[in-house]
């Protein structure tokens, strides 16, 4: 007769979620076209400035009321300086990028205007309407290909799945809205915190910056239980509200695990990224790294998902056997 000492589910691998994911890719590899051809679009498509569109707004920073003193003054320069490099090397469809959720790009953190060809075909914005029109433009582009992407990873994790348009579209609805919720949020929590770093930015802009560190790494820490979010949205066809209850739980069982897993993930990504990165925009042997980067991320999130379906029986079995002890 089995105890409730006998209960000992199988916890998730680590080594087993990226060994399958790497796996996925390996017996697919048509599922990286969709990165590679993003950051090909990038290096040698068409790039969008909005350096004219912003540029009012960053002379007027320094002109700001109350940034009178001289310490004040001079760290609003700095950052005037900072704000406008940004503006001027930014290309608008770097956007196309979305996050949360999107397609991985290595080139978004490339800088823009140059090619081995020379430069790409520039387009310069000139009005906030264009700007907002062009923007809004990418980002639902991102959006929608981030959720083609990720739902035929999903299709290839999860047998059999019957993959329709409609579905697609579904999902790529509820993670149209998931950024949205995430934004009010964050600005919820941000709102105090804006404050208090100001305040404490008049006083010692030094332990702001200590402040501002530790305010980062507690939105990072409150929003990661729903790290695995659309991992349920397109597995499981959750919506939104669903999907985030079933991670949080899934998190909150699986904390350690998980967080060893987050974490070899983006060593994994990130360490091999600064290989991917070392050519100069204008040396053709980028190519390799941007079909190295697409192999290993799109590795990294098939192991999620195969990562996350296990995370997710392990779960269920410890409510389960909770459930029955009660």
Same mark, same amino acid.
């Given at each position: 007769?089995?105890?409730?000492?006998?209960?000992?589910?199988?916890?998730?691998?680590?080594?087993?979620?990226?060994?399958?994911?790497?796996?996925? *890719?390996?017996?697919?590899?048509?599922? +990286? $076209?969709? %990165? /590679?051809? &993003?950051?090909?679009? #990038?290096?040698?498509?068409?790039?969008?400035?909005?350096?004219?569109?912003?540029?009012?707004?960053?002379?007027?920073?320094?002109?700001?009321?109350?940034?009178?003193?001289?310490?004040?003054?001079?760290?609003?320069?700095?950052?005037?300086?900072?704000?406008?490099?940004?503006?001027?090397?930014?290309?608008?469809?770097?956007?196309?990028?979305?996050?949360?959720?999107?397609?991985?790009?290595?080139?978004?953190?490339?800088?823009?205007?140059?090619?081995?060809?020379?430069?790409?075909?520039?387009?310069?914005?000139?009005?906030?309407?264009?700007?907002?029109?062009?923007?809004?433009?990418?980002?639902?582009?991102?959006?929608?290909?981030?959720?083609?992407?990720?739902?035929?990873?999903?299709?290839?994790?999860?047998?059999?799945?019957?993959?329709?348009?409609?579905?697609? *579209?579904?999902?790529?609805?509820?993670? +149209? $809205?998931? %950024? /949205?919720? &995430?934004?009010?949020? #964050?600005?919820?929590?941000?709102?105090?915190?804006?404050?208090?770093?100001?305040?404490?930015?008049?006083?010692?802009?030094?332990?702001?910056?200590?402040?501002?560190?530790?305010?980062?790494?507690?939105?990072?820490?409150?929003?990661?239980?729903?790290?695995?979010?659309?991992?349920?949205?397109?597995?499981?066809?959750?919506?939104?509200?669903?999907?985030?209850?079933?991670?949080?739980?899934?998190?909150?069982?699986?904390?350690?695990?998980?967080?060893?897993?987050?974490?070899?993930?983006?060593?994994?990504?990130?360490?091999?990224?600064?290989?991917?990165?070392?050519?100069?925009?204008?040396?053709?042997?980028?190519?390799?790294?941007?079909?190295?980067?697409?192999?290993?991320?799109?590795?990294?999130?098939?192991?999620?998902?195969?990562?996350?379906?296990?995370?997710?029986?392990?779960?269920?079995?410890?409510?389960?056997?909770?459930?029955?002890?009660?």
């Amino acid at each position: 007769m089995n105890t409730s000492s006998d209960f000992n589910p199988e916890k998730p691998s680590i080594i087993q979620a990226l060994l399958a994911g790497f796996n996925t *890719i390996a017996n697919k590899p048509d599922l +990286i $076209l969709i %990165p /590679i051809i &993003l950051d090909l679009f #990038l290096w040698f498509g068409p790039a969008w400035r909005v350096d004219r569109v912003f540029a009012p707004f960053i002379q007027r920073i320094t002109n700001l009321p109350g940034i009178e003193s001289v310490e004040v003054s001079s760290i609003f320069s700095d950052f005037q300086v900072i704000l406008g490099e940004i503006i001027t090397n930014l290309n608008l469809a770097v956007t196309l990028r979305t996050l949360p959720i999107g397609v991985p790009s290595l080139m978004a953190s490339k800088p823009s205007f140059l090619n081995p060809l020379g430069q790409p075909l520039t387009i310069s914005l000139e009005t906030n309407t264009q700007f907002l029109g062009v923007w809004l433009l990418f980002l639902v582009a991102g959006f929608f290909l981030g959720s083609l992407y990720l739902e035929n990873i999903s299709k290839q994790v999860i047998q059999p799945v019957a993959g329709t348009f409609k579905a697609l *579209i579904e999902s790529f609805l509820q993670i +149209i $809205l998931m %950024p /949205i919720l &995430l934004l009010f949020v #964050l600005m919820i929590l941000s709102i105090p915190l804006v404050i208090l770093i100001t305040l404490v930015t008049l006083i010692s802009p030094a332990i702001s910056q200590f402040i501002l560190l530790m305010a980062i790494f507690f939105i990072i820490w409150s929003i990661l239980p729903l790290i695995f979010t659309p991992h349920a949205i397109f597995l499981y066809k959750q919506n939104l509200m669903a999907a985030m209850i079933t991670s949080i739980k899934v998190v909150r069982l699986t904390m350690s695990k998980t967080t060893w897993f987050i974490l070899a993930a983006i060593l994994m990504i990130e360490g091999l990224n600064y290989l991917w990165r070392s050519p100069n925009v204008d040396n053709w042997f980028l190519f390799i790294g941007i079909f190295g980067h697409a192999f290993i991320v799109s590795a990294v999130i098939a192991a999620s998902f195969h990562y996350f379906l296990d995370a997710t029986k392990f779960s269920q079995s410890i409510i389960n056997q909770g459930l029955k002890s009660a």
